[in-house]
């Protein structure tokens, strides 16, 4: 069975500090894919990222960065110098690869960005 | 523009009624899902289906019923068994083939009033 587990439920921070969302996930697969959702107050999940098993390096894009741990099992989230936008709630992710994928999400996490 | 469309986006309920929720999308994606999303509880996955006619019960399939009858729908009834359906639901579609993350609507907010 697969899980995902975002143990920070709510994380509340001042604008331009820099926040990391965790994501632990547990699964029996060799090949799988994680993802990263954004889920503004509009309520439509918005994908931020995949990464699949085999690939370890770090991403960055913009302010946002990622960071892929096979051996801790986590896929960890950075924003730095956070902005008012970037309040909403974070969903971690993971499916298996092939046939019978079925994502399956955290709980999320809900940033609250105060200006 | 592709996308997927589900409606209506604010649905009111009486007790004892079923609803049912549309989800369409031009996407051409094999796999469809319904997510419920409830407070502090994440997604969780009610029903979903890879090829049509044909679809799964995911984690909380008690009190729904889905159909697959052609590619781009997949409408989700909700039925007076379910006990506690007020709640925000969630379709998505996806290509599991090519391990695509999934595109999602922007959500039906059902209230049982």
């Known amino acids: 069975a697969q899980k995902v587990t975002q143990a920070q439920t709510e994380i509340s921070v001042v604008e331009k500090e820099d926040v990391t969302l965790d994501c632990v996930y547990e699964?029996?697969?060799?090949?799988?894919?994680l993802f990263w959702y954004k889920q503004p107050p509009s309520g439509e999940l918005v994908f931020l990222i995949r990464?699949?098993?085999?690939?370890?390096q770090n991403e960055i894009s913009g302010r946002y960065s990622w960071n892929f741990q096979k051996s801790t099992s986590s896929f960890n989230f950075t924003i730095t110098a956070s902005q008012v936008v970037d309040s909403a709630v974070y969903f971690c992710?993971?499916?298996?690869?092939?046939?019978?994928?079925?994502?399956?999400f955290g709980r999320g996490t809900s940033l609250i960005v105060h200006p | 523009d592709g996308g997927i469309t589900q409606s209506p986006k604010y649905l009111f309920r009486k007790e004892g009624q079923n609803v049912t929720l549309s989800c369409e999308q031009n996407?051409?994606?094999?796999?469809m899902y319904w997510y419920r999303q409830d407070p502090g509880q994440g997604l969780r996955l009610i029903y979903y289906?890879?090829?049509?006619?044909?679809?799964q019960k995911g984690d909380i399939a008690e009190g729904y019923s889905v159909s697959r009858e052609k590619k781009e729908s997949f409408p989700l009834t909700v039925t007076s068994a379910q006990k506690n359906p007020t709640a925000f639901y969630l379709c998505?579609?996806?290509?599991?083939?090519?391990?695509?993350?999934?595109?999602f609507g922007q959500g039906t907010r059902l209230t049982v009033v």
């Open positions: 992710a993971l499916s298996k690869s092939g046939g019978s994928y079925i994502p399956t």
């Open positions: 996407l051409n994606h094999d796999a």
């Open positions: 998505a579609s996806s290509i599991p083939k090519l391990n695509t993350e999934a595109f």
């Open positions: 990464r699949n098993s085999f690939d370890e």
């Open positions: 699964t029996r697969d060799t090949t799988y894919y």
């Open positions: 289906s890879q090829i049509v006619n044909d679809f």
